[in-house]
């Protein structure tokens, strides 16, 4: 799904996106009148991608301006393909999604594909750390 698409999806009333270089590249998401609805974060950019069974294993998150998640993608990655289905079907992005950045959480892993999945989790909760230890919430 193109990126537009995929923000559109998640931040109704989307406009147009601005990128921000600190504390790392990201995408700032706003509506048609300018007001800041939240941010496009990419593990690779923030340099907080983990690896799982075989490599790296890149996340995009979206989120509010508070560090609420809206929605998580699993980029592509040299994972066996059965593993990264494995995690897309279970539960687990669904429960990554109640993670607010700077909180203490336990998320497990998904059974069968646990390297993988640990991957997601530490890659998803240290990408957004990383940008709302860096900038107060809501703010640019």
Not at 42 to 59: E, H, K, R, Y
Not at 97 to 123: F, P
């Amino acid at each position: 799904m193109p990126a537009e698409q995929r923000i559109a999806e998640l931040f109704p009333g989307f406009g147009h996106t601005r990128e921000l270089p600190e504390p790392f590249p990201h995408l700032a998401i706003h509506d048609s009148t300018g007001t800041l609805l939240g941010y496009q974060l990419d593990s690779d950019l923030a340099q907080t991608t983990v690896n799982g069974f075989i490599g790296p294993v890149p996340v995009r998150i979206f989120c509010d301006t508070l560090g609420l998640l809206v929605g998580i993608d699993v980029l592509d990655n040299l994972e066996t393909p059965g593993y990264i289905r494995f995690i897309e079907s279970s539960d687990l992005l669904d429960r990554l999604l109640k993670y607010r950045a700077g909180t203490k959480t336990e998320i497990d892993a998904v059974t069968l594909a646990t390297h993988t999945s640990l991957a997601v989790i530490q890659a998803v909760v240290n990408t957004v750390d990383a940008l709302f230890a860096a900038v107060e919430p809501g703010q640019e």
